[in-house]
């Protein structure tokens, strides 16, 4: 995999994260630990 194909996943990934994680959340942010 191309090192922008790359990013465009993890960028991809932590987009949707934040749209489904509520700000709350986002402070302890357990799906990125995951990742």
């Known amino acids: 995999m191309t090192g922008r ?3 465009l ?3 991809t990934v932590l ?3 934040v ?3 509520p700000s709350d959340a986002l402070q ?3 799906t990125l630990q995951q990742i």
């Open 5 to 7: 194909h790359t990013r």
């Open 9 to 11: 996943i993890v960028l």
């Open 15 to 17: 987009a949707v994260a």
């Open 19 to 21: 749209v489904r994680t």
């Open 28 to 30: 302890e942010t357990p």
